[in-house]
């Protein structure tokens, strides 16, 4: 499975940022993976941004994102997006999207994904 992250970048507070996720691989079942964001600031640890689950639903999100964060997905093209508005300097950060093989249920804990992109920079400035 390989995951590609793309669409990170400079932006000011306020303004707003589109990543993007495609996942691959011939042993990849969106129906059977749960799909999430992740973030890792400089010197922070890795936090859970949202999730959606394999079989669709609603996506999850972290407290410090909801409202401003939307995730979506495109299960034909397997792919999925985070709309990012009203970004704060807070928000600057590496961007991950992983992915859990074994379950289609999602989890905020990044030790329950078992692949990950190589992630793309997002930086907010004030």
């Known amino acids: 499975v390989q995951l590609q992250a793309s669409g990170g970048g400079l932006v000011q507070t306020g303004g707003s940022l589109r990543l993007s996720c495609a996942a691959s691989?011939?042993?990849?079942?969106?129906?059977?993976?749960?799909l999430a964001w992740f973030r890792q600031g400089l010197g922070k640890e890795r936090e859970f941004v949202a999730a959606?689950?394999?079989?669709?639903?609603?996506?999850i999100y972290a407290d410090s994102v909801k409202g401003r964060f939307i995730m979506s997905g495109d299960n034909v093209e397997n792919m999925v997006y985070l709309q990012m508005n009203s970004l704060k300097p807070e928000d600057t950060a590496r961007y991950y999207c992983?992915?859990?093989?074994?379950?289609?249920?999602?989890?905020?804990?990044?030790?329950?994904?078992?692949?990950w992109g190589q992630g793309t920079q997002v930086t907010v400035s004030s």
């Open positions: 992983a992915a859990d093989s074994a379950s289609w249920r999602t989890s905020t804990n990044w030790k329950t994904y078992n692949y």
């Open positions: 691989g011939r042993t990849f079942s969106r129906s059977r993976s749960a």
């Open positions: 959606v689950s394999g079989i669709g639903g609603r996506a």
